[in-house]
């Protein structure tokens, strides 16, 4: 099995830049594709944005399209979420997720249920 850890989170600005890494235990996280989740207070969680195994294919939720870009690098085992231009309302715990759907088309992976693994998540606080 494999193990997401996210990292990175912490007090931000308004319009400041944050990047994430979801880091995988195991050799096999090249199988895996990767969601970010976020869950603010009282909300639900949230899709983000999702790349695939092979980071050939990735999808973003139209609130964050444009500011943010999700990456990977398997030979380090670890995903990251670049958040530039960050708002108040990006407010939210991060989680990453990982999955073993072998599809390229990530819009057809932003649901929970798709995600097998999950992180503890990491604190975004951006300030206005």
């Known amino acids: 099995q494999v193990q997401p850890v996210e990292s990175g989170g912490g007090l931000v600005q308004a319009g400041d830049s944050l990047e994430l890494s979801c880091a995988a235990s195991?050799?096999?996280?090249?199988?895996?594709?990767v969601g970010w989740f976020r869950q603010a207070p009282g909300k639900e969680r949230e899709f983000v944005c999702a790349i695939s195994w092979s980071g050939a294919g990735t999808h973003y939720d139209d609130s964050v399209k444009g500011r943010f870009t999700v990456s990977r690098d398997n030979a380090k085992s670890t995903a990251y979420l670049q958040m530039n231009n960050l708002k108040p309302e990006d407010t939210a715990v991060y989680f990453c997720?990982?999955?073993?759907?072998?599809?390229?088309?990530?819009?057809?992976?932003?649901?929970?249920?798709?995600?097998?693994?999950w992180g503890q998540g990491t604190l975004v606080t951006v300030s206005s």
């Open positions: 195991g050799s096999t996280f090249n199988l895996y594709a």
């Open positions: 997720g990982l999955s073993r759907t072998q599809t390229q088309i990530m819009s057809l992976a932003t649901r929970e249920t798709a995600y097998g693994f």
